[in-house]
Nanobody
């Protein structure tokens, strides 16, 4: 099973930006998709964005379009989430996940990285 490690979280003021990284151990295949999810305290985990590793096709939660950008760097097996104009409601633990066969079944998850936005 692949190991996923997130980094880049932290404390930022409202209106600021952060870039999260997710490093995957082992080889990531073109048929794989990876995604970001987040979970705020007391709330259910929610989908943020998804990217197909081979073609780079992306999908976003509707409410986050325009502020968040997902990308991947094949050479380093790393996925990114650029988050701009952060708001207090973006405060959450952000998780990366891998969908090995792009069937919307996420087999591997990272440990999460905390993002806190102060107003």
């Amino acid at each position: 099973q692949v190991q996923l490690v997130e980094s880049g979280g932290g404390l930022v003021q409202a209106g600021g930006s952060l870039r999260l990284s997710c490093s995957a151990s082992g080889r990531t295949y073109s048929s794989t998709s990876m995604a970001w999810f987040r979970q705020a305290s007391g709330k259910e985990r929610e989908f943020v964005a998804r990217i197909n590793w081979g073609f780079g096709n992306t999908k976003y939660a509707e409410a986050l379009k325009g502020r968040f950008t997902i990308s991947r760097e094949k050479a380093s097996n790393t996925m990114y989430l650029q988050m701009n104009d952060l708001q207090s409601e973006d405060t959450a633990v952000y998780y990366c996940a891998q969908d090995r066969d792009s069937d919307y079944s996420y087999e591997s998850w990272g440990q999460g990285t905390q993002v806190t936005v102060s107003s």
